[in-house]
């Protein structure tokens, strides 16, 4: 009885190993190029002059202005590559505020294409605090949007309080945010071609 030993190289085996799994992924459909970007509570930028935003002591953000005039809004702004798909935004925050709701749009601003003109406004999703006192995380579902990037701009607003009106102060707080987005261009999503076609 003869026995014959194979040698492998260990790189080439790694490599198969690699592509058949790729393969086996792309026809389930995973994500490939996926993003996710996160930003603190504290990152967010107001929207007027007027409105006086506070630090906890970790990475939140509250408003503390009272029933002066002026919005009462922090924006996120996102940085999503042209192309990309916008999956969800998540949000994490802390409500024990009786009077308001943290409320959150996900919004598009697009500049008309080779023309002049006011930006357009498009609300994609949108949540809010309300329910059980405390702790909260709330998820904004996009829908698989396709980012136009090279026209459009894309912001998270934080809302403490309607416009003009006295915020809840440290007892409404904006803690964490996250973007998932996706690359749809992905070389071999879909696995390889069979030999001769």
């Not at 906890?56 to 192309?83: E, H, L, M, W």
């Not at 998270?156 to 261009?185: H, I, T």
Request: net charge negative; proline share 5%; glycine share 10%.
């Amino acid at each position: 009885m003869t026995f014959q030993i194979i040698q492998c190289k260990p790189n080439a085996v790694l490599f198969a190993a690699v592509l058949a799994l790729g393969a086996a992924q792309a026809e389930a459909g995973v994500l490939y190029g996926t993003d996710y970007d996160s930003y603190n509570g504290r990152s967010g930028r107001p929207t007027d002059s007027l409105l006086s935003l506070g630090r906890d002591g970790n990475f939140g953000a509250y408003c503390q202005s009272g029933a002066s005039s002026g919005r009462r809004t922090v924006v996120y702004p996102f940085d999503i590559k042209n192309g990309y798909e916008i999956f969800s935004v998540r949000v994490w925050g802390f409500d024990e505020a009786t009077s308001n709701d943290l409320s959150y749009e996900m919004v598009q601003s697009c500049q008309p294409f080779l023309s002049g003109g006011a930006p357009v406004r498009t609300v994609l999703a949108t949540a809010a605090s309300s329910g059980s006192p405390g702790e909260f995380s709330e998820y904004l579902y996009l829908d698989q949007h396709v980012a136009t990037s090279s026209t459009c701009a894309y912001f998270l607003e934080a809302r403490f309080a309607p416009d003009n009106s006295a915020c809840a102060g440290f007892d409404l707080r904006s803690v964490r945010v996250r973007v998932l987005s996706n690359n749809p261009d992905v070389i071999f999503r879909n696995g390889f071609a069979p030999w001769g076609s």
